[in-house]
């Protein structure tokens, strides 16, 4: 399942039960306190069989410190466990319908208008944006698109001292047509706006797909990054030595760069028990 599926089913998802005798036994061996080097976040749809209260118990005894991809809703919950959204969604349209068609400029100005000041209110400083599919478009167009697009809301987000972050996803196994598919693409971007308050989502997992490279990608590019998803390549499942990227040399480079943003873990546990997944994957960037 992907998060596009996921987001279909949340709304059936928030009544399933997941048993605390599971969240206890793998609460039990807490992994060794967090070295502060990294913020730890981890990404809600990965786990949607969870309730939210439940995944925001077990994230902060793990030293985990927000729950990212939440939306307004959901927001109090975190906090009541003392806990941020550092990636949040500010407009419910999913991956595909973005910033890239004009037709959808007018809603989404909307949206980000509403959602930004609440946001901001809720203390959260990172919302989400999307390109969307590019259904012909050529690169340039694309990029000219999105740069009229959110023209307007980034004089809403420096209004707000808010981030606007556009994912970078790959288009060749998860998000066929997505048009922020490369780096260098939403690079051009963040240079043609000239906003120091929007950045790239660099998600890790799909960029390995894309271009490879990704230590010496982050380094080029770490000005134009706020936050950063992980996930195993290939498969998208745990982040250990069953898949081909290292993650403590990523994490070490990330440190290396000065970042102080958030880590989130995106990847879909593979193992029965989630949880102990997911505190194995703090370890592992726990650097």
Not at 73 to 80: D, E, G, H, L, Y
């Amino acid at each position: 399942m992907d998060r596009k599926q996921a987001l279909k089913t949340m709304a059936a998802s928030a009544a399933a039960t997941f048993t605390l005798p599971q969240i206890a036994n793998s609460m039990m061996a807490l992994p060794e306190e967090v070295s502060g080097k990294i913020n730890h976040s981890v990404c809600q749809w990965c786990y949607n069989d969870i309730p939210l209260e439940q995944l925001c118990e077990a994230a902060k005894g793990m030293g985990i410190k927000s729950i990212d991809l939440l939306n307004s809703s959901q927001w109090a919950t975190a906090a009541k466990y003392g806990l941020t959204c550092a990636m949040a969604y500010a407009n419910d349209w999913g991956l595909q319908r973005g910033f890239n068609n004009p037709a959808f400029h007018e809603q989404l100005l909307k949206d980000y208008t509403a959602n930004i000041p609440k946001a901001a209110d809720a203390g959260l400083k990172n919302v989400i944006c999307f390109s969307g599919n590019a259904n012909g478009l050529s690169s340039e167009q694309g990029l000219e698109n999105c740069s009229k697009g959110l023209e307007p809301v980034m004089k809403v987000a420096e209004k707000y001292n808010m981030l606007v972050s556009m994912e970078l996803l790959n288009s060749k196994v998860d998000h066929k047509d997505y048009q922020c598919d490369y780096t260098s693409w939403g690079v051009r971007l963040c240079e043609k706006l000239g906003s120091p308050n929007f950045k790239l989502l660099y998600d890790i997992y799909h960029m390995q797909i894309m271009e490879g490279d990704v230590i010496a990608t982050i380094r080029k590019n770490i000005q134009y990054i706020s936050h950063f998803h992980t996930g195993g390549v290939p498969g998208r499942h745990e982040i250990d030595e069953s898949q081909e990227l290292y993650y403590p040399a990523i994490m070490r480079a990330i440190v290396e760069t000065g970042f102080k943003g958030y880590v989130a873990q995106e990847f879909i546990p593979a193992h029965k028990d989630k949880l102990n997944s997911l505190k194995n994957a703090i370890k592992i960037c726990n650097i």
